[in-house]
């Protein structure tokens, strides 16, 4: 299979290495030369450290690098099957070259994009053939995030749609099938992750290090709310939330936290800038969290309960199947458990009687409980048997 892809930042020249190992014949485009350069070293540097690992020898070093050859011209990619855009977050520039690269390529080719926030059905609109368009939306880094989001747009035909689904489970990936709407899954339903645990803090409920050492203590997540967006980067994650709010049409589910929004401001990004939540610079030391166990139960089941109501949300307005929403949350962002089976286990009662809790305290919508869950309640039922 011909793979052209689309721009040789971050993703793009993931995605490249993805499909090569897969052993289809890529071809890499970008329109900044120093990018390309440093996609073909940077591959090289990862695929030496994966021989040193022992993942794989020096020949499958050198075929995953043949199947890939870089080019500096749009027409290069005229021979591709599918062709996957993974160029700077902006609907006008993706419509441009949408239209530009159906010029070039065949009838037949898929042309997908990997947005993380703009409609698909925008970026089809601008093709001639939208029914070939779809979102293919892959986790960074992507060789090693097993899971794919797959997105048909409105226009999207139901063959392109299964093609892309085989072609992604092909290339040895999880494809997790959402609905063109905004932050599809994972960035949707991770919302109250960080959203929840910002106004924990807001409320003086307690500090970054004891909100995190409940969730990671009690909930057995690998990292923190506050560490994770330290990781991710305030400013990206900032972004990513006032994005989704925007796009809901301001539902307060996903209203932003000024704290998040002065840190970013100040330049307190995270890891990347030395300071975030926390000093990354040489010798400082975390602070300890408050090991206080009740304190602990009370942050973590708030969190978890606002990260089920998302999903469940998810699932009621048929964003996704319960299978797939649940695969999104543990391959996308690495979650202990998916969070359907995670309400199944703590009772659907539970979750509608902590929320029912949160509403009646705040009287804010955030906090209202999706109408599945209470049907849910009602017939006695569960989301997996
Ligand atoms: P990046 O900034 O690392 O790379 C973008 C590349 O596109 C650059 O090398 C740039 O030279 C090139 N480019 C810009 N305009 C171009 C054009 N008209 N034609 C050809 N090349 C062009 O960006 P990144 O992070 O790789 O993101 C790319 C896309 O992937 C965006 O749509 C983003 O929303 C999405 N995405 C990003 C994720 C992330 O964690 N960084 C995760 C999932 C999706």
């Avoid at 940077?42 to 030496?48: A, F, P």
């Avoid at 304190?295 to 996704?320: G, Q, S, T, W, Y």
Wanted: net charge neutral; aromatic share 10%; with cysteine.
């Amino acid at each position: 299979m011909n793979v052209g892809i689309i721009g040789s930042g971050t993703m793009g020249s993931g995605i490249a290495q993805v499909a090569a190992t897969a052993d289809c014949k890529v071809k890499l485009y970008d329109t900044s030369q120093e990018a390309l350069n440093n996609a073909k070293t940077n591959l090289g540097k990862i695929l030496n450290r994966l021989i040193e690992k022992g993942r794989i020898d020096a020949n499958e070093k050198n075929r995953i690098q043949a199947n890939i050859s870089y080019v500096d011209s749009l027409k290069d990619l005229g021979d591709s099957n599918l062709t996957i855009e993974a160029i700077v977050e902006n609907l006008n520039i993706k419509q441009k070259l949408f239209s530009e690269i159906e010029a070039y390529v065949s009838d037949d080719c898929i042309i997908a994009s990997n947005t993380s926030s703009l409609s698909i059905a925008s970026i089809a609109a601008s093709l001639k053939k939208p029914e070939r368009c779809v979102g293919i939306h892959f986790f960074n880094p992507a060789p090693l995030m097993k899971l794919v989001e797959v997105i048909p747009a409105i226009q999207t035909s139901k063959e392109v749609l299964d093609k892309a689904i085989q072609t992604i489970s092909d290339w040895k990936k999880v494809v997790a099938v959402a609905k063109d709407t905004p932050g599809f899954i994972v960035n949707r339903v991770a919302r109250p992750f960080y959203g929840e645990a910002l106004r924990v803090y807001e409320e003086g409920i307690a500090d970054f290090a004891t909100i995190d050492w409940s969730l990671k203590t009690l909930g057995g997540f690998r990292m923190g709310p506050f560490e994770l967006m330290d990781f991710i980067g305030n400013d990206v994650n900032y972004t990513v939330t006032e994005t989704v709010f925007t796009a809901f049409y301001f539902d307060a589910r996903y209203k932003p936290a000024f704290t998040q929004k002065r840190f970013s401001e100040a330049g307190y990004l995270g890891r990347k800038s030395g300071r975030g939540y926390y000093d990354y610079s040489e010798g400082a030391s975390k602070p300890n969290p408050i090991e206080d166990k009740a304190l602990a139960e009370k942050i973590f089941n708030r969190v978890l309960v606002m990260l089920i109501n998302e999903a469940a949300d998810a699932l009621f307005l048929k964003i996704a199947s319960a299978e797939d929403i649940d695969n999104a949350m543990t391959k996308g962002v690495n979650y202990p458990k998916g969070l359907l089976a995670w309400a199944d286990e703590k009772g659907i009662d539970w979750c509608v009687s902590q929320l029912d809790e949160l509403y009646n305290e705040y009287h804010e919508d955030r906090y209202r409980c999706s109408p599945l869950l209470r049907k849910m309640n009602r017939g006695k039922k569960k989301f997996f048997n």
